[in-house]
């Protein structure tokens, strides 16, 4: 057998595919990677993690840990990941071992900075809400009078589920919130009368490839996914755009992988990108039961240099995340006959934490 | 957390599932029992095995090493096997040490012998072919003339894939036939013009409860299953006739879980059963594409006392096994829209060996 090194792409079954994080998304990932015979290697600080459970071999580490990237480096050849904070020293590094990192360095680089994020879009050709960049309390005041008050401040890294940003109702209050996101470098976003969030899941092969499935939509609560109904019903021009989208952010990016993009459909018909996220996303949580081929496959696919599967709906699915203690209904759920029932194996189901979902598909 | 023996049934999500048994079907199990937030245990003697390579837990162990079985019934409440020539001792050992193994050792011991197995069937009212047992070279003569040559001898133990068995085409002709298996115990059975073969997977839960899946037409070659399609075109008479069979197989067994029926359609129109096997079935792999919940989950739902799911068929699926080197076409089957591919992460492609399927899925 050739050593990870030697192997080309597309990647034979039985060869390795790193996963760096252990989540739920790293679980579905592994899963999906050994239905097609391949093994999964979880890099991940914690023991007895979600995805290290299903891996073949598990590297507790921390992210940048030089030796656990070493090893990971040596066993896959492919390595891909299923959270966009990686830390960019640890993809240089296995990029210089030798490892081919799949989404790479350029679009995690843009992932993790919101500004960048913003830009990189609007100079690609897709809409987004007004916004503008601050790293001091003064320089806060002027870009929230710039992009109208109220408006949303983030801090540009880092943050997730809603956490590390707050509305700035008048431009005096700039500096406040400033302070209280802790003084660090943050966007400045105006506000958005969405009429609602749309999602769409996209992929892109080594060979330029690429596949879109049906839109999704989906509700939130106190910044945490709730539920996503898919396919969405919506316009053809709102396809069309969403599609458009996914293909300049695929293309700008030289992406490789499943990419999760957020949208907010607005009254005059137009879609604006929230946010993308170079990964499986939990808004594609529906495709395991209501497509032909799920986003976790597909990812593994495309980072594996195999040919895309197809994107389209076998069933309309309600997915609906089972938050904190809402998985101890798991009993009532698995008697229900139109419910599919997945669970991450989580140790301790902490308020307001992903600890599965469930699909409720009926017939397109 | 309470301990394994601690727990009761329904299992939890987050308790472990025993698998005795390493090989493709193990592994299957252990990524249905994952999607359902369990830990798979998997025993089995050869290191890196396809189920240990998903598994949160391996034991690598002879079938019948009393150490690892006793780790195995401390790790995980229920037990369960991929293959029916578990040693009976083990399963008692397992027992003793309060472990819940299902199928349970009935079911085994009677799927453990040819000639039991057939006795069971009659004597719960499921036709079979006429047959005999036979200990010696003269038996075995007198065993042929009783069932009407040409008659097909097997070893009443062990055997699986056509291997222990042979035609006698003339009763002269049994004592060599019966030494030639080895001067073991046989069975003799009449041969059987079936117009083709049919299989029903089926299961039942803790509570009794039973669901059926639509019937799969088999073709075999060489005594190796080539390909499964289902659900079968088959006329009502014959639906009911393996809803019946498989009802009284079942409750007869006082059975748990997913079991396979393999049945022959005879001219009058008529069900035979040719065998059981106390497991998950390789002509129920098509459900992983073609039903609402695959026979690998719903065994899973069953030995952890859940409630079963659904089996209605949502796809017309070809179950195509790739044996030996015809694996190596993954690319090509990859590539067709139609086409689910299962990989098994075996090492090596020996002929004959089953290496992966594939379900080509069309519409109902």
Same mark, same amino acid.
């Given at each position: 057998?050739?050593?990870?090194?030697?192997?080309?792409?597309? #990647?034979?079954?039985? /060869?390795?595919?790193?996963?760096?994080?252990?989540?739920?998304?790293?679980?579905?990932?592994?899963?999906?990677?050994?239905? &097609?015979?391949?093994?999964?290697?979880?890099?991940?600080?914690?023991?007895?993690?979600?995805?290290?459970?299903?891996?073949?071999?598990?590297?507790?580490?921390?992210?940048?840990?030089?030796?656990?990237? +070493? !090893? #990971?480096?040596?066993?896959?050849?492919?390595?891909?990941?299923?959270?966009?904070?990686?830390?960019?020293?640890?993809?240089? *590094?296995?990029? /210089?071992?030798?490892?081919?990192?799949?989404?790479?360095?350029?679009? &995690?680089?843009?992932? *993790?900075?919101?500004?960048?994020?913003?830009?990189?879009?609007?100079?690609?050709?897709?809409?987004?809400?007004?916004?503008?960049?601050?790293?001091?309390?003064?320089?806060?005041?002027?870009?929230?009078?710039?992009?109208?008050?109220?408006?949303?401040?983030?801090? +540009?890294?880092?943050?997730?589920?809603?956490?590390? *940003?707050?509305?700035?109702?008048?431009?005096?209050? /700039?500096?406040?919130?400033?302070?209280?996101?802790?003084?660090?470098?943050?966007?400045?976003?105006?506000?958005?009368?969405?009429?609602?969030?749309?999602?769409?899941?996209?992929?892109?092969? +080594?060979?330029?490839? !690429?596949?879109?499935?049906?839109?999704?939509?989906?509700?939130?609560?106190?910044?945490?996914?709730?539920?996503?109904?898919?396919?969405?019903?919506? !316009?053809?021009?709102?396809?069309?755009?969403?599609?458009?989208?996914?293909?300049?952010?695929?293309?700008? #990016?030289?992406?490789?992988?499943?990419?999760?993009?957020?949208?907010?459909?607005?009254?005059?018909?137009? #879609? &604006?990108?929230?946010?993308?996220?170079?990964?499986?996303?939990?808004?594609?949580?529906?495709?395991?039961?209501?497509?032909?081929?799920?986003?976790?496959?597909?990812?593994?696919?495309?980072?594996?240099?195999?040919?895309?599967?197809?994107?389209?709906?076998?069933?309309?699915?309600?997915?609906?995340?089972?938050?904190?203690?809402?998985?101890?209904?798991?009993?009532?759920?698995?008697?229900?006959?139109?419910?599919?029932?997945?669970?991450?194996?989580?140790?301790?189901?902490?308020?307001?934490?992903?600890?599965?979902?469930?699909?409720?598909?009926?017939?397109?």
């Amino acid at each position: 057998m050739p050593s990870p090194s030697e192997r080309g792409l597309p #990647l034979e079954p039985g /060869a390795a595919i790193g996963i760096i994080g252990g989540g739920q998304l790293g679980r579905m990932l592994a899963l999906a990677a050994a239905r &097609l015979g391949f093994d999964a290697v979880v890099l991940e600080p914690e023991p007895d993690s979600p995805a290290g459970r299903v891996a073949a071999q598990t590297i507790v580490v921390p992210y940048d840990d030089a030796e656990g990237l +070493r !090893t #990971l480096a040596a066993r896959a050849h492919v390595v891909t990941f299923e959270f966009e904070n990686v830390p960019a020293a640890a993809v240089a *590094q296995l990029t /210089a071992m030798g490892a081919d990192v799949a989404p790479g360095a350029r679009p &995690l680089a843009i992932a *993790q900075d919101r500004f960048e994020e913003k830009t990189f879009l609007n100079a690609n050709g897709c809409p987004t809400v007004a916004f503008a960049a601050a790293t001091t309390g003064p320089e806060a005041s002027e870009a929230v009078a710039r992009v109208g008050a109220p408006a949303l401040m983030k801090t +540009r890294r880092d943050g997730y589920d809603g956490k590390g *940003q707050r509305w700035v109702e008048h431009a005096a209050d /700039a500096a406040d919130a400033f302070a209280a996101l802790g003084g660090v470098p943050v966007i400045v976003e105006a506000a958005c009368e969405f009429v609602r969030e749309l999602s769409v899941i996209a992929v892109r092969g +080594r060979d330029g490839a !690429t596949a879109v499935y049906p839109l999704a939509e989906n509700h939130h609560e106190g910044g945490i996914l709730r539920r996503s109904s898919a396919p969405a019903h919506v !316009t053809i021009p709102i396809a069309d755009q969403a599609e458009r989208i996914a293909a300049r952010v695929l293309s700008g #990016l030289d992406y490789v992988g499943v990419i999760g993009i957020e949208l907010f459909e607005i009254a005059d018909g137009r #879609l &604006l990108v929230n946010e993308f996220a170079p990964r499986v996303h939990n808004t594609g949580h529906w495709t395991m039961d209501g497509c032909e081929v799920d986003q976790f496959e597909q990812h593994i696919r495309a980072v594996a240099g195999w040919p895309l599967g197809p994107t389209a709906a076998t069933a309309h699915v309600e997915m609906l995340n089972l938050l904190g203690d809402e998985a101890a209904t798991w009993l009532r759920l698995a008697s229900e006959p139109e419910t599919r029932v997945h669970l991450y194996g989580k140790r301790e189901a902490k308020p307001g934490r992903k600890m599965g979902h469930v699909n409720r598909v009926r017939p397109l």
